[in-house]
């Protein structure tokens, strides 16, 4: 069987978190958000996760190499023999050649690097619209999925408010420091052909079935 070794690039808002629910789904890949094994590592209580957790307990990011070491951890676990989807590492061009020394490491290469785009107001749009709910966290949309009535969540009735993680001017933020760290990773993954680009402006089916079609031609041409 082909392996799907995958890594999902994109600014926030693009989508990423819909498309990656539905590849996990797809072909049962495990899922690999920075934020979630670095936890995971923490809760086992590995060597690893002692190290991850001083720096976590003193609000210092946790160096490359660790997160590094957390995912090859993973990748010797057998969880991920058939592949694996790779969310929020790497995001620099620094952290991707730290991946593909480890997989290198292991005989392995990465499949791909699914990047998807969409333009920075559409961005804007997407996020600074979000309302959330100050009891469950349930997310509405004023234009795109809007409550039944205004301000008000229709599943418990709390009050819906904007995140400061969605305001616009916190949005154009992450969105500058997004293009300043990715924009070398992204021509660095075009370089080694790697990099397959997806309109995140078209609805969440057709990105998903783009994918789908990508990665089927990538798994023939691996078997060619
Ligand atoms: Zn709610």
Known sequence: MTERNLVLLGPPGAGKGTQAERLVADFDLPYYSTGIILREAVEQGSE?????KDYMDRGDLVPDDVICKVIAERLDSGEADDGFLLDGFPRTVGQAEMLDGAL???????????LIEAPDEEVVRRL????????????????LDP???EGVCDQDGSRLVQRDDDRPETVRKRLSVYHDQTAPLI???????L???????????????????????????AEI
Not at 48 to 52: N, V
Not at 187 to 193: F, L, N, R, S
């Open 128 to 143: 600074s619209g979000r309302r959330t709910c100050v009891k469950n966290q349930h997310v509405y949309h004023v234009e």
């Open 195 to 221: 990099l397959r680009r997806f309109d995140g402006t078209r609805t969440p089916e057709e990105v998903h079935s783009r994918i789908r079609a990508t990665l089927a031609t990538l798994a023939l041409e």
């Open 48 to 52: 690893l996760g002692k190290q991850a």
């Open 104 to 114: 290198d490491a292991r005989d392995r290469s990465l499949t791909a690097a699914l």
């Open 187 to 193: 021509d660095w993954y075009g370089e080694k052909a």
């Open 147 to 149: 409550p039944k009535n």
